[in-house]
Every structure is written in structure tokens, then in C-alpha cells.
């Protein structure tokens, strides 16, 4: 089975500060690893995801996450917040462990960045 | 535009009406998905297609939901005798290929009343 967790409903954090959404996963075997930002009255867009390889991910609009097998999480980062940057987050994880095609999405993080 | 699209973009049914979404996902796009969003909440899996094959519904809440696509393309949700528990933004999205990210569309917001 594969599941996610995203601990925090919500982040708040000042404009010009590093933020952090955390992602936590759970898996039989390897993940695959995907973050997704949705704006108001719109469709999940993809920011970015970890297959394989290095454990730093970097995507679009300058977030960037680190895949920690150990802690099992996913985190996703940026040095520097924007007011523009005040979205819904959502984690995913894919299970490669039993070929399923269906990722699994956490419940989301409402990430509100502040003047 | 090159995206998936969902039409229509919201939809107001009286309980018991029947309803069905529409979704165009990206062309040469094998995989499309269905999800359900409550407020507030991630997207819940309702089923997946593969080509014309739906090779997973385990996540239809119910026989009153029922999707379909007959050509590999268009994929067409319907939702017979609506309720009000019904009432969610249901999302579509297609993919490319086994290892990559979704595409998702703008959604439709069915409120049921």
C-alpha cells in the first residue's frame, strides 16, 4: 500500500524567506515522488517530481525538493517566498513495488506567503 | 491550447438528475484519470484508462458512476441519479507515459441541490 502525508494544513511565511512543505510517504518499495501547486478554481499543475538519481529535485518557478529515503520524506523548498507563491500544495507518491499506475495524493498544504 | 480541457466548467444539477463530464486530454496521451476533490481536500482516485481499457474503478463510489472512452481519447464521466453527496470538483488528467507527471484539467464543479 502507499500512502502520504502532508502534516500541515497550512504555512505561513514572509515574503523574501525560505519556505518549506513538508511530505512525508509511506511505500513497499521504491517511490516515485511528485509535487503539485493549484491556484484558485483551477487544475493541479505540476511543479516537480523524483524518479531516480540525485536526491535534490529542482523545478519549475525556483522550488526545488530533497528525497530523504531514510526519513522517508519529500519536502519541498524555495530560498525565496513571493506573494505570487500563495497556492494549495499537494504531495504524491507512486509505489514502483507492484506496478501500480495510480499515484496517491496527500490532502494538501495552503502555503499563504505575506507582504 | 495544447492542454487537457474539461467542459463544462461548472454544472448545477437537481438531486436526481443525471449528469455527464467531459474531458479532452492531451493527444497521444495513453493514461487518463479521474478524480474527485472535496473542498478542502486532495484529489480522491475514481478510475483510470489506458487507451480505450479501463484497467482500474476501484475508486467509483458507487454503480451510479460510470466512465468511459470508446476511442482512446475523449473520456466522458456520467453520474446517474445524483446526490448531494455528489457534489465535488471532479479533475481529469492524462499522462504520456508510466514514469512521468500528470496533466491536469481546470476541472468541473458539480454542486448537487
Known amino acids: 500500500a502507499q500512502s502520504v502525508a502532508q502534516p500541515e494544513d497550512q504555512v505561513n511565511v514572509a515574503e523574501g524567506n525560505p519556505l518549506t512543505v513538508k511530505c512525508t510517504y509511506s511505500?513497499?518499495?521504491?517511490?516515485?515522488l511528485f509535487w503539485y501547486v493549484q491556484y484558485p478554481n483551477r487544475g493541479l499543475q505540476f511543479l516537480l517530481k523524483y524518479i531516480t538519481g540525485d536526491n535534490l529535485v529542482k523545478g519549475s518557478y525556483g522550488f526545488e525538493a530533497e528525497f530523504n529515503k531514510s526519513q522517508t520524506s519529500f519536502h519541498l523548498k524555495k530560498p525565496s517566498a513571493l506573494v505570487s507563491d500563495s497556492a494549495l500544495y499537494f504531495c504524491?507518491?507512486?509505489?514502483?513495488?507492484?506496478?501500480?499506475?495510480?499515484?496517491?495524493f496527500g490532502r494538501g498544504t495552503s502555503l499563504i506567503v505575506h507582504p | 491550447g495544447a492542454g487537457v480541457s474539461q467542459s463544462p466548467r461548472y454544472k448545477v444539477a437537481k438531486r436526481g438528475q443525471d449528469v455527464a463530464l467531459r474531458c479532452d486530454p492531451i493527444?497521444?496521451?495513453?493514461?487518463l484519470f479521474w478524480y474527485q476533490q472535496a473542498l478542502g481536500q486532495g484529489p480522491e482516485f475514481l478510475t483510470y484508462f489506458q487507451n480505450e481499457a479501463q484497467l482500474d474503478k476501484s475508486g467509483l463510489p458507487s454503480d451510479r458512476f460510470f466512465a468511459e472512452r470508446p476511442e482512446g481519447s475523449v473520456s466522458t464521466l456520467k453520474i446517474q441519479r445524483t446526490q448531494q453527496e455528489d457534489s465535488a470538483v471532479y479533475l481529469c488528467?492524462?499522462?504520456?507515459?508510466?514514469?512521468?507527471?500528470?496533466?491536469f484539467g481546470p476541472g468541473t464543479r458539480l454542486t448537487v441541490l
Open positions: 504524491a507518491v507512486r509505489d514502483r513495488a507492484g506496478g501500480s499506475y495510480i499515484p496517491t
Open positions: 488528467a492524462s499522462r504520456l507515459a508510466g514514469d512521468g507527471e500528470q496533466f
Open positions: 493527444s497521444g496521451h495513453v493514461s
Open positions: 511505500v513497499s518499495g521504491n517511490p516515485y
